[in-house]
């Protein structure tokens, strides 16, 4: 069996782990009150967090997650109606945070220079991604459909903040995905993502903001929003888009939560039952007998309860994507779904495979997940130290940084700044990278 072969074997189709070496660590005895306290309004990628608050991962892997539901673009493809592409296209862009849902740990920053890949071939996919700069720090990715023709690609670098209560991150950089059968290309960007309760009590993620989805070919587009919990958290997790031709007009309404489902349904049958829905609630409100709306306190960011864990589906509606169901020991294994336990095993047939950049041989992250608090301290330590070391000698050497597989370019579907993917990867000529672990 060839090195390709093996490693196809061992990163493709192949009997999954389903549990990490050991099960997450707690958090309770430690106090990230202490670490943030002076850090209101700082970028929090300049903040060295202590490694038990981190998840077994490397935020580039984290980005591969994006991938967990590619059969929607497989549906996509295999669609021949525009508005039937953009629609699964639009599924996609909702799934690619649902990974989100209750995942309160943070990735480790990866390194400059770390490098990550992913074959499945059950899902038809291979994925590559380079950090290609650490201040800003930026992810790029690349991916290739291997049983449909598809090519997905991004640059991300969220900005951090953390806000005395919750730590946001605000999108940057943008997605792509082409389907070269169709000649057509579709970009947006991630909406805005929130950890609530970062002093005292539950942790829990709120998504928000815009997510517009175009098709650049058609001029077709989906406008979509992640909607804040609101009061009393009657629009907590929940999404709401319209499918739009080219001259604006809604073809399509698009419904659901990002950590459960999305349907679609016509415009006037949406429109229809919004109405009846405003005046059973206008109906009941004129029965009710005085009294005053219960009191909350605007200061409170602990998790409100919503009227339903479950998404009212409205008669007539078609769903589009439903969440993968998430293993029985998800809460001990850092609320990982199936996808998100496979990411950081390292089997034999991968090594002398894949790069010595590869995220899976980074000691600090591997001692995390095996369980050693202390090592992987020392490890993330050391780590950071020699990283540091190498910015300074370079800048003694009037040296610049070379990235490997990316180039920084222009997207030739909207016009931005993005980083491309020069190519190379596949060929496995790991020779002349950077020593980073």
């Known amino acids: 069996m060839s090195q390709q072969d093996n490693m196809a074997h061992c990163n493709g189709i192949k009997k999954a782990r389903t549990a990490l070496p050991v099960p997450m660590i707690s958090r309770d005895k430690v106090s990230i009150w202490r670490v943030l306290k002076k850090c209101i309004g700082m970028e929090l990628s ?26 929607l673009i497989d549906q996509a493809n295999s669609s021949s109606d525009s508005i039937e592409r953009l629609k ?10 649902a990974s989100q849902w209750e995942r309160t740990g943070k990735p480790f920053n990866p390194l400059l220079g770390e490098t990550y890949e992913l074959i499945r071939e059950d899902l038809g996919f291979r994925w590559m991604s380079e950090q290609v700069s650490h201040h800003p720090p930026v992810s790029a990715f690349h991916a290739e459909g291997i049983k449909n023709d598809f090519v997905f690609h991004g640059s991300i670098y969220p900005k951090l903040k953390f806000w005395g209560k919750s730590a946001e991150a605000e999108p940057r950089g943008v997605i792509t995905l082409e389907l070269p059968m169709h000649n057509e290309a579709y970009t947006w960007s991630n909406p805005t993502c929130c950890v609530h309760n970062i002093i005292v009590g539950q942790l829990w993620i709120e998504q928000y903001g815009n997510v517009e989805v175009i098709n650049h070919k058609t001029g077709e587009s989906c ?57 059973n609630t206008d109906d009941k409100k004129g029965k009710s007998v005085g009294g005053a709306q219960p009191g909350t306190d605007e200061e409170s960011e602990e998790m409100p309860i919503p009227d339903a864990e479950t998404v009212e ?29 496979q990411l950081n095993e390292l089997e034999k047939g991968m090594e002398g495979v894949i790069p010595p950049t590869d995220c899976r041989l980074r000691p600090d992250m591997r001692a995390f997940e095996n369980g050693d608090i202390d090592l992987a301290s020392e490890e993330k330590q050391r780590l950071e130290e020699k990283q540091r070391i190498a910015q300074k000698n370079r800048s003694k050497s009037g040296e610049d940084w070379k990235t490997r597989w990316f180039y920084l370019g222009i997207n030739p579907h909207n016009g931005s700044q993005d980083w491309l993917y020069a190519g190379g990867y596949w060929d496995r000529n790991y020779t002349q990278l950077p020593d980073i672990y």
């Open 46 to 71: 300049k903040i060295t967090m202590p490694v038990i608050f981190n998840e077994p991962l490397s935020f580039l892997q984290r980005l591969s997650e994006y991938m967990e539901h590619t059969y």
């Open 223 to 279: 406008s979509i929003t992640f909607k804040r919990c609101g009061l009393f958290g009657k629009e907590l997790h929940k999404v709401e888009g319209y499918i739009l031709d080219k001259s604006k007009k809604k073809l399509s309404v698009l419904y659901g939560k990002w950590t459960e489902c999305l349907y679609t349904i016509d415009p006037t049958m949406y429109d229809a039952h919004k109405k009846m829905e405003k005046k």
């Open 88 to 97: 699964c296209v639009a599924a996609f862009a909702v799934s690619a945070v």
């Open 313 to 341: 589906v409205i008669p007539g509606s078609e769903l589009l994507w439903r969440i993968s169901p998430r293993p029985e020991n998800s809460a001990q294994m850092y609320a990982f779904s199936t996808f998100a336990m």
